[in-house]
């Protein structure tokens, strides 16, 4: 067996260190590509993982060419710009202007990061790192939405039997002393023939988010609400 790797010229190359890495770069992304998968979201355990090994991949690659005298970082530092178009291509803006993705290209640059130090041999690293930004993936949802729910500042998208009945949803915002500091008419072209308006309110203390739900929900024509 040695003398075909010799052969063809992957004598000098320690095949257990090398599939102990890229099988390291595997799991690690796929750790964190299980929780978007679970997620639904479009870049899932494939993703992750080919993205850590590929960066595993060229961080080993820059590691074996610096026996030559090259400079190792130089592909790793490719990796960490060039990831961008991935994350770029999962982050999308909604016909309600709001942002999503941004947590799955987030990720993504992270493993492909994670990748790098495991190709490096800095596995110590890696691992901490993996366990860490799961956590950070999948218990930070947790918090962020809770501290979402008890913030004062929401967005709602509506929309209006006619024109006219925007007004109406001004006063009463007006009368409950919601603040509007910014209001977006989205048009009624795809909302047959329907005006929606995309409003960011703040709201008094003593009012919760459902609560101001509620009280636009029964405002007369007002067709669909939702909280974005």
Request: hydrophobic fraction near 50%; aromatic fraction near 8%; include cysteine.
């Amino acid at each position: 067996m040695e003398s075909f790797f010799s052969a063809i010229g992957m004598g000098n190359i320690a095949l257990l260190p090398v599939a102990v890495k890229l099988l390291m770069a595997v799991l690690c992304g796929g750790v964190l590509g299980l929780e978007r998968t679970y997620k639904r979201r479009a870049a899932g355990i494939r993703t992750y993982s080919m993205v850590c090994l590929g960066a595993a991949v060229v961080m080993m690659t820059g590691v074996a060419l610096a026996n030559g005298g090259g400079d190792p970082s130089r592909m790793g530092a490719q990796v960490v710009s060039g990831i961008g178009f991935i994350g770029a291509g999962a982050i999308i803006v909604t016909g309600y202007h709001e942002i999503k993705g941004l947590t799955t290209a987030a990720g993504l640059w992270a493993s492909a990061c994670m990748g790098l130090a495991i190709g490096a041999g800095y596995y110590t690293v890696a691992l901490l790192s993996c366990g860490v930004l799961f956590c950070v993936v999948h218990y930070g949802e947790r918090l962020q939405g809770k501290l979402l729910a008890a913030s004062h500042r929401v967005s709602f998208y509506v929309m209006f039997e006619n024109s006219d009945r925007i007004t109406d949803f001004l006063i009463e915002a007006r009368s409950r002393h919601i603040s509007i500091s910014n209001l977006e008419h989205m048009g009624a072209a795809g909302n047959g023939g329907k005006p929606g308006v995309v409003f960011a309110l703040k709201l008094p203390p003593e009012l919760t988010q459902q609560q101001a739900y509620d009280v636009f929900s029964r405002i007369p024509g007002v067709l669909y609400i939702e909280m974005i």
